[in-house]
Structure formats: structure tokens, C-alpha cells
């Protein structure tokens, strides 16, 4: 195949055979074919390693891709680990406010969530919220649903005040940046009415329901 003929003519550690490697990967996990997947990105991760040592870029991208391969195959601890060296790459690479730092922070932040370790998730959605609101500004969609993800987050800690308020300031910001209809508004109109259920106001989430269905 294209990556063995890439071999013969580059040799095992050229960095254009890491892309064909890393791409073949991520074709191979559309088809569903995960172990082989694995496999591959490993030795692209490998690669990277050798060819640009530890704390490159590109070794980031790499642990982000074998990460998420674990989230597809259900292995949330294995994926943990690789998206915190992942953070800690970008970190010592770039400043506080780039975003593949907030784009790594979130990463984790969503594994973490998905393990239940809600006290961990709460710090790091504030620093990718803070992070957005002094990069992109508060009327950006990002800054909407960083302030809708916190918001999930705080109502399941236990604090239905803030994350009411939270709900409301990214509900504004996604209502001005967004089509009425757009697939992702719809989504967090639904997680609050979700929300509002959950705190005994029935006819509150009814009111949003019904703004879901008329759009």
C-alpha cells in the first residue's frame, strides 16, 4: 500500500511518511477497524517522538488522536492520561491564551466529565471560558456554549442559581450569533428546558420546548 511504497523511498523516519501513517489511521477508524487504527497512530505517535522530540507540537496532535481513538473504543482511562500530556505539550509550547490550549483543556474536561469527575471539570471549563471571552470576545458562539457547558456542569455539582445564570448568558450570545434553527442552539434550548424540569418548573421548560418546536 501507499504507506509500505513510502517506506521504500523515504525511509522509517521521514515526516512525510508520519502524515501518510497518521491518515491511513484515522481512515481505518471511519471504517470502524479501531485495533488497527491503534496500531498505526501509535507508531506515528512513536515517530514524532523520535523525529521532533517530546515536547513538539505535533506529538500533542498525536496523543490527541490515540486519545480519542480510546473515547471511541469506550476507554476512557487510557484516554485520560494522553490528553493531560497532550495539555502539558501545548502549555509549555504556546501562552495561556492560544487555542489548542483551550481546545486541550476542553478535550480533557469532556473525559473527565464522562468519567463523573465533575470537581475536576469545573476549574478547567472556567479557564476555557475565560480563556475564550479574552480571545474571541463575548458575543463569539464559542463563548456561548463554553458558558452552556458550565452550565450543565454547575447544575450537576448542585448550584442551580449560577448555572441558571450561565444558561441565560450563553442562551443570549447563541440567540444573536446563530440561526433561529441552527442545530446546536436547538440542542442547548433543550438542555435548558432540561434543566428547568429538573428544578420543578414544568411550565417554564414548556415555554422553551415550544420555541424549540416553532423554529
Same mark, same amino acid.
Given at each position: 500500500? /501507499?504507506?509500505?511504497?513510502?517506506?521504500?523511498? =523515504?525511509? $522509517?523516519?521521514?515526516?512525510?511518511?508520519?502524515?501518510? !501513517?497518521?491518515? &491511513? %489511521?484515522?481512515?481505518?477508524?471511519?471504517?470502524?477497524?479501531?485495533?488497527?487504527?491503534? !496500531?498505526? &497512530?501509535?507508531? /506515528?505517535?512513536?515517530? *514524532?517522538?523520535?523525529?521532533?522530540?517530546?515536547?513538539?507540537?505535533?506529538?500533542? @496532535?498525536?496523543?490527541? $488522536?490515540?486519545?480519542?481513538?480510546?473515547?471511541?473504543?469506550?476507554?476512557?482511562? /487510557?484516554?485520560?492520561?494522553? =490528553? *493531560?500530556?497532550?495539555?502539558? !505539550? *501545548?502549555?509549555? $509550547?504556546?501562552?495561556?491564551?492560544? @487555542?489548542?490550549?483551550?481546545?486541550?483543556?476542553?478535550?480533557?474536561?469532556?473525559?473527565?466529565?464522562?468519567?463523573? $469527575?465533575?470537581? %475536576?471539570?469545573?476549574?478547567?471549563?472556567?479557564?476555557?471560558?475565560?480563556?475564550?471571552?479574552?480571545?474571541?470576545?463575548?458575543?463569539?458562539?464559542?463563548?456561548?456554549?463554553?458558558? @452552556?457547558?458550565?452550565?450543565?456542569?454547575? /447544575?450537576?455539582?448542585?448550584?442551580?442559581?449560577?448555572?441558571?445564570?450561565?444558561? &441565560?448568558? #450563553?442562551?443570549?450570545?447563541?440567540?444573536?450569533?446563530?440561526?433561529?434553527?441552527?442545530?446546536? =442552539?436547538?440542542?442547548?434550548?433543550?438542555?435548558?428546558? #432540561?434543566? =428547568?424540569?429538573?428544578? #420543578?418548573?414544568?411550565?417554564?421548560?414548556? @415555554? !422553551?420546548?415550544?420555541?424549540?418546536?416553532?423554529?
Amino acid at each position: 500500500g /501507499a504507506g509500505a511504497q513510502q517506506r521504500r523511498l =523515504l525511509g $522509517n523516519e521521514h515526516p512525510d511518511l508520519v502524515v501518510t !501513517i497518521n491518515n &491511513l %489511521a484515522m481512515l481505518l477508524q471511519e471504517k470502524g477497524d479501531l485495533d488497527a487504527a491503534e !496500531i498505526m &497512530l501509535r507508531e /506515528a505517535l512513536a515517530m *514524532r517522538r523520535t523525529l521532533l522530540g517530546e515536547e513538539h507540537p505535533q506529538v500533542a @496532535t498525536s496523543l490527541n $488522536n490515540l486519545a480519542f481513538l480510546h473515547v471511541n473504543k469506550g476507554d476512557l482511562t /487510557a484516554a485520560e492520561p494522553l =490528553l *493531560r500530556e497532550a495539555l502539558d !505539550i *501545548r502549555r509549555s $509550547n504556546f501562552d495561556e491564551d492560544h @487555542t489548542d490550549v483551550a481546545i486541550s483543556i476542553s478535550n480533557l474536561a469532556m473525559v473527565l466529565k464522562r468519567m463523573g $469527575n465533575l470537581e %475536576a471539570v469545573e476549574p478547567m471549563l472556567r479557564e476555557v471560558l475565560e480563556i475564550r471571552l479574552r480571545v474571541l470576545g463575548e458575543g463569539h458562539p464559542d463563548v456561548g456554549f463554553s458558558y @452552556t457547558n458550565l452550565a450543565l456542569v454547575i /447544575a450537576e455539582i448542585g448550584d442551580p442559581e449560577e448555572a441558571e445564570s450561565l444558561f &441565560l448568558q #450563553g442562551l443570549a450570545i447563541l440567540e444573536e450569533a446563530l440561526p433561529p434553527d441552527h442545530q446546536e =442552539l436547538r440542542n442547548v434550548r433543550k438542555n435548558y428546558a #432540561g434543566f =428547568l424540569r429538573d428544578q #420543578g418548573r414544568a411550565d417554564d421548560a414548556g @415555554t !422553551i420546548e415550544a420555541r424549540i418546536d416553532d423554529e
